[in-house]
């Protein structure tokens, strides 16, 4: 294990852009450093921290905290760390003493020049790609669309429309509330993917229901590449407990500080039930910068009396920037429920239910304007006399019909805090056709009775698990129903779910042994590589399974939308969980109408379960939005009728009594949806042009640069199907691994559609960690920065000197400041002749590679050598034309950043006259942005990155 010692002066391998950092804080686990010149901290474990310590040898020059350039003469060191002892020019005899303690915090890192001069050049290849990363990074940070363009997702507007307004703002603070079926999940994913790459957040806590726990960890690595950490509260104690631990006898255990087990990790994820009950004190000290709370309606609130669960999500989302609600109907369960998540949003600004109310009401005619605007395409003069009683500063004209429906939007209702999306006004969705198949009852099973209530009503819905063993295989009447089904439908892929694990593999069994069906599993006791190779077995339109078993799991977090037969072999009692299996194949993009099949036994508890859904609230056809306020008025009846099976007038009772139910449900949330809401949360005209957008990016594949670094690095790689790769790691590398490349390998593709259609395979897109990583491997590099090569141009006299030199500029700034909005990475080149001349517009970089030949070193040392004088006199032309052109750039910044901070600080001033919802803090951070940009970006410093010479032959 490395040593650390405080006072230190290390630089992350991961991430150079963050300075000279220094050793802060060790312990027998962890190390933090400080990096000063970005005000960033980081915390690694000690055994695998990407750090390299820096160090200088005699010769080398050394910049101190006042910008003083020395000379080291030589390095002694004292108690852990190193004191330079060092001239102030070489001919000095005054030693001064400076301790590591007192480098600066900007470290130069790519001495091209010296390596240039000192004969230590590498190959084209290697500044050809160090010039291809470059530009790579810079078009990456300039994209307008960062942050959108890497999760495995289908381009779906809404979604990205959503992910857009949102992702962008400083410290979200927003409830999504699409309607089942929509990607709730996936539009948080997306947020959390483009607050963390755009640098606004660093460390975010995911809280969700236990089920959903394993869902939400396979999306966020599928979808996101983001690896999130499961927090239970084992995983606490194992970080918590010392007493394993060998300290010695001399210590006392009592007198150690136990680190924070929530600070050990910037990604976690824990279910609801632990958040209920782990340590408060501990998780609110957490310093997260983004909160996400799933199924965010079971928060329990009533005025002066919020229930332990809201509290405790209270007392985290007062301490943290950024909130994230999700829940698929808000006020299902009335309005004090809706003003109770908006209130954690922003306490502010609903802080009183009665005024909440009172003001929801007002939205009411305003919606009723607003349809009127949309439906009609010739407005008459008394339509123009409303509009203006709202709104008296614009002309009213159908030509000005977007900026009066956006400012009747920004004016009222909630949409900067809340999201709702629902079917209806969202295009793509399949119809559903459920299929009842009854057979005959079976004598062999057992009267079911179990110790409570509710496992009595499992095992009449589930009969199969009274036995052992698989024998109820032999005499289930569904088997032969499903026998008959499976053969019937030979071309068709098919979904079976089924509540229990030993029931899925059952019939996995039988079915590819007794039937010779091609089949396959899947269950919660896999592992998530057999998970994967399961699902795109079933997903191989050639070779592949034509039935896939799942338990219930399997309607979590997958994605089976090739298919479109489903086969429920039994059915859940909670509508919630219904609704998933089906949403597994009713997803927008579906192609064909779905098939839901469900077979069940006549005259049982599986008859009034499928009757209770099909008759009572339609919730196989039609999405089932109010499924679990259903279920909750109408459980213990139903429990009742599951019992007592056999009455058939207490299960017609059940019916009429759901119908009601459902009726008054359905009626209530379809009176209180709120139209300005549902136009707010979708622009279809800005929704497309962001997909046009992000299918541009995804044709501009990182393809020809990820081979050229996989082959410069000695990584293997190989055609593995049709627009799939099979990347491993190679026998030789150059380095010790490569970034996001584990030791068995990937398989990967640059195509969307191929990476939707199989989780298996890796998405590679310029924001995939891999390509990041490579980039900056590659900048982070000495190598390709000192380059020599002949150019063969019968039009060029043998002997002409060229210098291509590459530089760029950047702002090394607190991440959250955004500087990169104005400053992005910014490459120059510059290329020079012995005159002075720059050549650069007239001759590209590609066409000069393609003249360019490699020559052998000793040659190349020795015209070094011998040309030293008027290369060195290159390189100070270069310098002085491209310190010329980056002075103009950061003119130009800061002056687009003032005017750019200005008018967003006057939006929101404007806006918050009209919308309360506008948070102070929002305007607040924007002025005290201004005043830091300007600090670092004039403090911004070009550096040079890579010297070719070129020797006309």
């Known amino acids: 294990?490395?040593?650390?010692?405080?006072?230190?002066?290390?630089?992350?391998?991961?991430?150079?852009?963050?300075?000279?950092?220094?050793?802060?804080?060790?312990?027998?686990?962890?190390?933090?450093?400080?990096?000063?010149?970005?005000?960033?901290?980081?915390?690694?474990?000690?055994?695998?921290?990407?750090?390299?310590?820096?160090?200088?040898?005699?010769?080398?020059?050394?910049?101190?905290?006042?910008?003083?350039?020395?000379?080291?003469?030589?390095?002694?060191?004292?108690?852990?760390?190193?004191?330079?002892?060092?001239?102030?020019?070489?001919?000095?005899?005054?030693?001064?003493?400076?301790?590591?303690?007192?480098?600066?915090?900007?470290?130069?890192?790519?001495?091209?020049?010296?390596?240039?001069?000192?004969?230590?050049?590498?190959?084209?290849?290697?500044?050809?790609?160090?010039?291809?990363?470059?530009?790579?990074?810079?078009?990456?940070?300039?994209?307008?669309?960062?942050?959108?363009?890497?999760?495995?997702?289908?381009?779906?507007?809404?979604?990205?429309?959503?992910?857009?307004?949102?992702?962008?703002?400083?410290?979200?603070?927003?409830?999504?509330?699409?309607?089942?079926?929509?990607?709730?999940?996936?539009?948080?994913?997306?947020?959390?993917?483009?607050?963390?790459?755009?640098?606004?957040?660093?460390?975010?806590?995911?809280?969700?229901?236990?089920?959903?726990?394993?869902?939400?960890?396979?999306?966020?690595?599928?979808?996101?590449?983001?690896?999130?950490?499961?927090?239970?509260?084992?995983?606490?104690?194992?970080?918590?407990?010392?007493?394993?631990?060998?300290?010695?006898?001399?210590?006392?255990?009592?007198?150690?500080?136990?680190?924070?087990?929530?600070?050990?990790?910037?990604?976690?994820?824990?279910?609801?039930?632990?958040?209920?009950?782990?340590?408060?004190?501990?998780?609110?000290?957490?310093?997260?910068?983004?909160?996400?709370?799933?199924?965010?309606?079971?928060?329990?609130?009533?005025?002066?009396?919020?229930?332990?669960?809201?509290?405790?999500?209270?007392?985290?989302?007062?301490?943290?920037?950024?909130?994230?609600?999700?829940?698929?109907?808000?006020?299902?369960?009335?309005?004090?429920?809706?003003?109770?998540?908006?209130?954690?949003?922003?306490?502010?600004?609903?802080?009183?239910?009665?005024?909440?109310?009172?003001?929801?009401?007002?939205?009411?005619?305003?919606?009723?304007?607003?349809?009127?605007?949309?439906?009609?395409?010739?407005?008459?003069?008394?339509?123009?006399?409303?509009?203006?009683?709202?709104?008296?500063?614009?002309?009213?004209?159908?030509?000005?019909?977007?900026?009066?429906?956006?400012?009747?939007?920004?004016?009222?209702?909630?949409?900067?805090?809340?999201?709702?999306?629902?079917?209806?006004?969202?295009?793509?969705?399949?119809?559903?056709?459920?299929?009842?198949?009854?057979?005959?009852?079976?004598?062999?099973?057992?009267?079911?009775?179990?110790?409570?209530?509710?496992?009595?009503?499992?095992?009449?819905?589930?009969?199969?698990?009274?036995?052992?063993?698989?024998?109820?295989?032999?005499?289930?009447?569904?088997?032969?129903?499903?026998?008959?089904?499976?053969?019937?439908?030979?071309?068709?892929?098919?979904?079976?779910?089924?509540?229990?694990?030993?029931?899925?593999?059952?019939?996995?069994?039988?079915?590819?042994?007794?039937?010779?069906?091609?089949?396959?599993?899947?269950?919660?006791?896999?592992?998530?590589?057999?998970?994967?190779?399961?699902?795109?077995?079933?997903?191989?339109?050639?070779?592949?399974?034509?039935?896939?078993?799942?338990?219930e799991i399997g309607s979590e977090g997958r994605n089976f939308q090739f298919s479109h037969k489903l086969v429920l072999m039994d059915l859940p009692a909670n509508p919630d969980l219904l609704e998933q299996r089906i949403g597994r194949l009713d997803r927008i993009g579906q192609k064909q109408d779905i098939e839901i099949h469900v077979p069940f036994m006549q005259n049982s508890a599986q008859e009034v379960i499928f009757n209770w859904y099909h008759v009572g609230m339609n919730a196989f056809e039609k999405t089932n939005a109010a499924g679990n306020a259903i279920f909750k008025r109408t459980k213990a009846q139903l429990f009742d009728a599951i019992i007592e099976y056999q009455d058939q007038s207490q299960q017609q009772a059940l019916i009429e009594t759901t119908q009601k139910v459902a009726s008054e449900i359905n009626q209530a949330m379809e009176s209180g949806k709120d139209k300005l809401l549902e136009l707010a949360s979708y622009n279809k005209q800005v929704a497309e042009e962001l997909i046009e957008r992000v299918s541009e990016r995804d044709c501009l594949t990182p393809r020809a640069f990820m081979e050229s670094c996989w082959d410069r690095f000695g990584v293997q790689f190989e055609d593995h199907s049709l627009k799939s790769y099979v990347v491993q790691p190679g026998d030789h590398m150059y380095i010790g691994a490569f970034p996001s490349l584990p030791e068995d390998g990937i398989t990967a593709t640059y195509d969307r559609n191929i990476a939707l259609a199989r989780d298996d395979i890796q998405f590679l897109s310029w924001e995939h960690p891999m390509v990041n990583g490579a980039i900056e491997l590659v900048l982070s590099e000495d190598k390709g920065n000192a380059s020599v090569c002949v150019l063969k141009n019968k039009a060029i006299k043998a002997g002409t000197l060229l210098m291509e030199v590459l530089y760029h500029v950047e702002s090394v700034a607190p991440k959250y400041l955004q500087a990169q909005r104005f400053l992005p990475y910014t490459a120059f080149r510059i290329l020079t002749d012995i005159n002075g001349n720059n050549l650069a517009d007239k001759v590209s970089h590609e066409n000069l590679s393609k003249q360019c030949h490699k020559i052998p070193k000793n040659a190349s040392r020795q015209a070094l050598k011998s040309e030293a004088t008027a290369l060195r006199k290159m390189l100070a032309f270069a310098d002085k034309k491209a310190h010329e052109q980056a002075e103009k750039v950061l003119d130009s910044v800061v002056s687009d950043m003032h005017q750019s901070q200005t008018e967003e600080v006057n939006r929101l001033l404007s806006l918050r006259k009209k919308n309360p919802n506008i948070r102070e803090e929002e305007i607040q951070f924007v002025k005290n942005q201004t005043q830091l940009l300007e600090k670092y970006l004039k403090g911004s410093q070009l550096q040079l990155q890579a010297i070719r010479v070129i020797i006309a032959v």
């Open 1 to 551: 294990m490395t040593e650390f010692a405080v006072g230190q002066r290390w630089l992350s391998e991961n991430e150079t852009e963050l300075g000279l950092g220094i050793i802060k804080e060790v312990d027998y686990r962890l190390v933090t450093v400080y990096f000063p010149a970005s005000e960033d901290q980081r915390t690694y474990a000690k055994n695998n921290a990407p750090l390299s310590r820096v160090t200088y040898q005699p010769k080398d020059e050394i910049e101190t905290l006042h910008g003083e350039v020395l000379v080291v003469e030589n390095v002694q060191p004292l108690n852990d760390i190193l004191v330079y002892m060092s001239k102030e020019n070489p001919e000095s005899t005054e030693l001064i003493p400076i301790p590591e303690t007192q480098l600066n915090h900007y470290l130069q890192l790519n001495k091209a020049s010296d390596r240039l001069f000192s004969g230590q050049i590498d190959s084209l290849r290697w500044f050809e790609l160090r010039y291809a990363a470059m530009k790579a990074k810079e078009q990456q940070e300039r994209c307008e669309i960062n942050g959108l363009q890497g999760p495995r997702v289908d381009l779906i507007g809404h979604q990205l429309y959503i992910a857009s307004e949102v992702g962008s703002r400083y410290a979200p603070r927003v409830l999504l509330a699409d309607e089942v079926g929509l990607g709730k999940t996936i539009e948080a994913g997306m947020i959390i993917h483009q607050q963390l790459l755009n640098h606004r957040a660093h460390r975010v806590l995911i809280v969700v229901p236990a089920p959903l726990v394993n869902q939400w960890f396979v999306e966020m690595i599928r979808r996101f590449n983001l690896h999130f950490s499961i927090f239970d509260q084992e995983r606490v104690d194992s970080l918590s407990d010392l007493d394993d631990l060998d300290f010695g006898e001399s210590v006392d255990l009592e007198d150690i500080e136990i680190e924070n087990p929530f600070l050990s990790e910037q990604f976690v994820l824990c279910s609801s039930e632990f958040f209920a009950q782990c340590n408060l004190k501990q998780i609110a000290e957490g310093e997260w910068d983004l909160l996400v709370i799933d199924e965010a309606h079971h928060l329990e609130w009533e005025p002066g009396k919020p229930g332990e669960d809201y509290t405790r999500v209270e007392i985290i989302a007062k301490q943290t920037p950024g909130l994230l609600l999700l829940s698929a109907t808000p006020e299902q369960l009335g309005q004090e429920s809706h003003f109770a998540r908006l209130r954690l949003l922003d306490p502010d600004r609903f802080h009183n239910l009665q005024a909440f109310i009172e003001e929801q009401a007002a939205y009411q005619p305003i919606a009723e304007l607003v349809s009127e605007l949309i439906d009609n395409q010739v407005w008459d003069d008394s339509l123009k006399t409303k509009i203006a009683q709202y709104i008296d500063d614009l002309t009213i004209e159908e030509t000005n019909r977007e900026v009066i429906l956006k400012e009747l939007l920004d004016r009222n209702g909630t949409g900067r805090v809340l999201y709702r999306n629902t079917r209806k006004n969202i295009q793509g969705f399949p119809k559903r056709k459920v299929i009842p198949h009854p057979v005959e009852n079976c004598e062999q099973y057992l009267e079911a009775m179990g110790d409570t209530l509710q496992q009595t009503v499992e095992l009449l819905l589930h009969p199969e698990t009274q036995d052992h063993d698989d024998s109820w295989t032999q005499f289930d009447p569904r088997i032969e129903w499903l026998k008959n089904f499976l053969k019937t439908n030979l071309d068709e892929k098919i979904l079976i779910i089924c509540a229990h694990k030993d029931t899925a593999i059952a019939l996995d069994l039988h079915c590819r042994f007794k039937i010779g069906i091609n089949c396959c599993t899947f269950h919660e006791d896999m592992d998530i590589i057999s998970r994967d190779r399961a699902a795109a077995h079933f997903a191989d339109l050639e070779d592949g399974a034509q039935v896939l078993f799942c338990s």
